[in-house]
């Protein structure tokens, strides 16, 4: 078969959607930094409506700032990917054509920076994970001992970070008069835009303190909330691909029909008409954002962690056992639900059911194991602020106990069976001593992983409402299995 390019569009299937807009009269307006598949599944397809309304002033210039993989796939494309939406009546396949190419920061810097700082460039976006904001997720502030941020201060001109390369490109533009690009993160962090604004100003503080303040008084930082799952692509997939098409890509990238963007709407240089594909703009994301964080991305973490201790490959086959799927729907409706402030005109109860539906399409083949890398950045957001506030409110937190603990087993770095667990995680290298020194005693490795502080923070190690119930959560995981002792947490949830 002959590869996805320009020169192949042509060749399609008439049921192929493809762009229909002169790709060669796109001017880039946005670069984006972490260009993997969520990206291309999500902001790009709401970028490809604009484009395809007419307004070409919004190509996407994609940017790793780690692999080359995704430059050496799409690069010889044009550009050009496949989204393929996976649902019951079947798939459809769309070829994007909003991101024209792709650079790699680390074989590079200064072509990033430079392209960053293009006077065309209006919108800096990022979906880079919880990690690569060189954050502490506890207090939501610059790792100033980050080795990446460490080497960012001493080398400017060359940087690794996200913030490194916001701050040399921000620079660059003052330097020349141009007015700055907004800063839109795309990743699940609380107040996402906040928290990035505090992190980039921190760094260009420490920099030059009279660029930390032109950053903080000149720069937009909206907040977002993103919403859709995109697994990991598989060879498989590839194949499934080919076949619909007709041609060959190197890296499509497979999703649910859902898709949800919130987007705080501040953009003093202007953006694309994101709406018009069915992005909701608003004044307030927050709401937004701790129903998704809470509901979807708690029970997801929760799924992905006890889901792997059960054998469960994805999250399709963990909601086909009743326990898991019980207990994650005890875990939406009892604990998560009366933790939040619902916006306005929202449906609670049908967002729920849809997030269960969606959890059990057995299209989206999204492993258990992808979902649980990257805990110790992901569990303050999902699961932690919901107990600190059900502790607040003097609620237990027996299911979140259960999905903190089923976390603390996974990364003892063993399963069930004594297989190693590949624990993925900037900090494995701290979890494996901690799990090494406790062993399989819930009773030190309980308290070992709570000394974590940019996880847990100082509060929740100080509070036995949270240490008693982790630590026999824990206890029983390590007795008696997580098939066990999920049954045995949903009844006696369901008693009171």
């Not at 390019?5 to 299937?13: D, E, N, Q, V, Y």
């Not at 729907?329 to 729920?352: C, Q, R």
């Amino acid at each position: 078969m002959t590869r996805l390019s320009a020169a192949a569009l042509a060749r399609l299937p008439a049921g192929v959607t493809k762009p229909a807009y002169d790709r060669k009269a796109v001017r880039t307006g946005i670069v984006h930094l972490g260009i993997g598949a969520f990206h291309r599944a999500h902001q790009a397809v709401y970028t490809e409506h604009a484009l395809a309304s007419g307004d070409l002033r919004w190509g996407i210039l994609g940017a790793s700032l780690r692999s080359p993989d995704t430059r050496d796939a799409l690069n010889p494309q044009d550009g050009l990917y496949t989204v393929a939406v996976k649902g019951p009546g079947g798939t459809a396949m769309q070829v994007v054509g909003a991101i024209g190419s792709v650079l790699v920061a680390p074989e590079d810097p200064e072509a990033l920076i430079r392209a960053m700082a293009h006077p065309h460039i209006r919108i800096v976006s990022l979906t880079v994970t919880e990690k690569g904001y060189c954050h502490d997720p506890a207090t939501r502030r610059l790792k100033e001992d980050h080795p990446d941020i460490v080497h960012d201060l001493a080398n400017p001109l060359v940087p690794r970070s996200a913030p490194g390369f916001l701050v040399a490109a921000l620079e660059r533009r003052f330097a020349a008069g141009l007015p700055p690009f907004t800063v839109l993160t795309c990743d699940n962090l609380p107040s996402n835009g906040k928290t990035v604004r505090n992190v980039v100003t921190r760094f260009a503080a420490l920099r030059d303190p009279a660029l930390g303040r032109r950053i903080e008084d000149a720069v937009a930082f909206p907040c977002t909330m993103v919403d859709r799952i995109v697994p990991a692509t598989t060879d498989a997939d590839r194949s499934a691909v080919a076949a619909a098409l007709g041609t060959t890509d190197a890296w499509p990238v497979m999703t649910e029909p859902f898709s949800q963007w919130v987007i705080e709407d501040r953009f003093p240089q202007g953006r694309p008409d994101w709406a018009a594909a069915g992005a909701e703009m608003t004044d307030h994301v927050e709401p937004y954002e701790d129903m998704k964080l809470r509901l979807l991305n708690g029970s997801h973490s929760t799924l992905a962690y006890l889901g792997h201790l059960s054998g469960c490959e994805t999250v399709a086959d963990a909601m086909a056992d009743e326990g898991i799927s019980a207990l994650v729907e005890g875990l939406m409706n009892e604990e998560v639900t009366p933790t939040l402030a619902v916006p306005p005109g929202a449906d609670l109860a049908a967002y729920k059911r849809s997030l269960l539906e969606r959890f059990r399409n057995p299209e989206l083949r999204h492993r258990t194991w992808q979902i649980a890398m990257d805990g110790t950045q992901k569990l303050p957001q999902r699961l932690l602020g919901t107990a600190r506030d059900r502790l607040k409110a003097g609620a237990p937190i027996e299911r979140i106990a259960l999905g903190v603990a089923a976390w603390m087993r996974y990364v003892s770095g063993t399963d069930e069976a004594g297989a190693p667990i590949d624990v993925r995680d900037p900090l494995a290298e701290e979890l494996r001593r901690i799990a090494a020194e406790a062993g399989p005693a819930a009773e030190r490795l309980a308290p070992a992983l709570m000394r974590i502080e940019s996880v847990f923070g100082t509060d929740l190690p100080a509070d036995p409402r949270f240490t008693g119930p982790v630590t026999a959560a824990l206890a029983a995981l390590f007795a008696k299995g997580a098939r066990t002792t999920v049954r045995e947490t949903v009844a006696r949830t369901a008693r009171g």
